[in-house]
């Protein structure tokens, strides 16, 4: 971002001062994705990915640490104005390297399982008190690890919950700061399985239901109110439901405070969406506009906000996006194995399969494949890209436009950084893959890939 004053003097070999113009004009577009050819080789920011799988093998997960930083800089830039945390959804990618990059830039977490309260531990451990804790099975064990740790709020969903969380604390002698994860009952135009904002969804505690819960709350010695927290869903693409949402957010903290409790933690969620097809995406608009909607909600000016005045200043909001920080980072790099022709139907068998990466089999998501080297003049196919995974539903594409593809070319799916790892599973006792983050023009491994020993650790044979 540029600076808003200019040094008076100049420092020697600083760059010439920018003219006013210039200095008021946008900031470049990032590029949506770290992938382009150099000639008619792929490259994730600096390295020809058909090195990386000469070097690490496939199917591999690799990652650009730079959109990384990219993505969580332009929410900590378009938030600046007001108090606040980016807390990093875990579940999108928990790779420790990834964790410990965000951390040290200042991220918090939002995580959902006493493991993932250990991922960040290790991977960062003063971000801990910055992290808040969401699910709706939150486990006696998982809530004292995180009191212990010192954690910054609970999202709690249940008033059974609840009842859990003072018990513990009163047990561990430590008061709870909470907020209700409350479901504003908006519609947010999704996949219906990462739907969470409704009614008839499990997620949360009905608004009108709050105001009571929370005073109720209030009364225990080993409780703190301190915030009231909304997630409506994930890859979410219109700005409005967000703002809808946080504006009944809005209402119901101006009630609370009025009934004398401090809360001050407004945590909006997660759930902005990015574009998976060749359309073009902008990054930094599309935050800007949902830092834009939210700020309205919460200034309490949003066209047809029951609230009249904003909150004070005092109010810190949290964000929890995940998808959004790591997704575009991420492909997954992959070899073919054979092209086979069924009838009138070509498929193309790729290494990788649903157990790698599940997104398309689970949601019918779409993930853009491009060939890692292109073959100039070559006539393209159309082919379903399949796993070798015993089950129809193992396709990452379906009648898909493709260059032409031979037996041993290197394929890559794109947008792959966000629910892919840890989606991934052993089915067919298949070994997961290694994990690569690219810095500029370095690859490191931050996972190796499994081996079957790791596979058969745990079981045991009479
Ligand atoms: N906060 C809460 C409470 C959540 O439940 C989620 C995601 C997030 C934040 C982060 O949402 P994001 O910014 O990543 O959209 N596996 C699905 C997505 C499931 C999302 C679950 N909750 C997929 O691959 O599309």
Not at 321 to 350: D, E, H, S, Y
Request: charged content about 25%; proline content about 5%; aromatic content about 6%.
């Amino acid at each position: 971002m540029p600076k808003k004053t200019l040094p008076e003097t100049p420092v020697r070999g600083a760059r010439k001062p920018v003219s006013p113009t210039l200095r008021r004009s946008r900031p470049a577009a990032l590029p949506a994705r770290p992938v382009a050819y150099r000639g008619d080789n792929l490259y994730l920011d600096g390295v020809s990915l058909a090195s990386l799988a000469r070097q690490h093998g496939t199917p591999l997960y690799v990652y650009s640490a730079q959109q990384i930083k990219d993505r969580l800089q332009l929410f900590q830039q378009a938030f600046r104005g007001r108090a606040h945390t980016v807390c990093y959804a875990v579940k999108a990618n928990s790779s420790l390297a990834l964790l410990r990059m965000l951390g040290e830039m200042g991220a918090g977490f939002d995580i959902v399982s006493g493991g993932e309260l250990e991922r960040v531990r290790k991977a960062c451990r003063p971000a801990l008190a910055r992290v808040v804790f969401s699910g709706v099975g939150k486990q006696e064990w998982e809530i004292d690890a995180a009191l212990k740790a010192g954690i910054l709020l609970f999202n709690v969903e249940s008033e059974a919950e609840l009842a859990v969380l003072a018990r513990r604390a009163k047990a561990l002698k430590r008061r709870a700061r909470f907020a209700l994860r409350v479901n504003p009952d908006v519609f947010a135009e999704t996949h219906p399985y990462i739907s969470t904002g409704l009614r008839e969804h499990k997620f949360g505690i009905d608004i009108t239901l709050a105001r009571a819960i929370y005073r109720k709350a209030a009364r225990s010695p080993w409780l703190e109110p301190a915030g009231v927290s909304v997630h409506i869903g994930s890859q979410i693409r219109k700005v409005e439901p967000f703002a809808a949402a946080l504006d009944r957010v809005v209402q119901l903290v101006h009630e609370l405070r009025a009934d004398g409790l401090d809360i001050r933690y407004i945590d909006a969620g997660g759930g902005l969406g990015i574009e998976y097809t060749g359309e073009a995406f902008d990054a930094r608009r599309q935050v800007e506009q949902y830092a834009a909607a939210l700020g309205r909600a919460l200034d309490g000016v949003a066209a047809g906000s029951p609230v009249a005045a904003g909150l004070p200043e005092q109010t810190h909001l949290l964000l929890e996006p995940g998808r959004f920080i790591v997704a575009q980072a991420g492909v997954l790099l992959t070899r073919v194995l054979f092209v086979k022709q069924n009838g009138a139907k070509t498929f193309v068998v790729t290494d990788a399969a649903m157990n790698d990466l599940i997104r398309p089999a689970l949601y019918q998501a779409h993930h853009e494949i491009l060939p890692v080297r292109k073959r100039p003049g070559s006539k393209g196919l159309v082919a379903d890209v399949v796993g070798p995974v015993c089950e129809s539903g193992d396709f990452f594409a379906r009648d898909r436009d493709l260059a032409s593809v031979k037996a041993g070319d290197l394929l890559v799916l794109l947008d792959a950084g966000a629910y892919g790892m840890t989606q991934s599973s052993n089915y067919n006792t298949r070994v997961r893959p290694a994990e690569v983050l690219v810095q500029g023009r370095e690859a490191q491994v931050i996972r190796r890939r499994e081996t079957l020993r790791d596979l058969f650790g745990p079981e045991l044979l009479a």
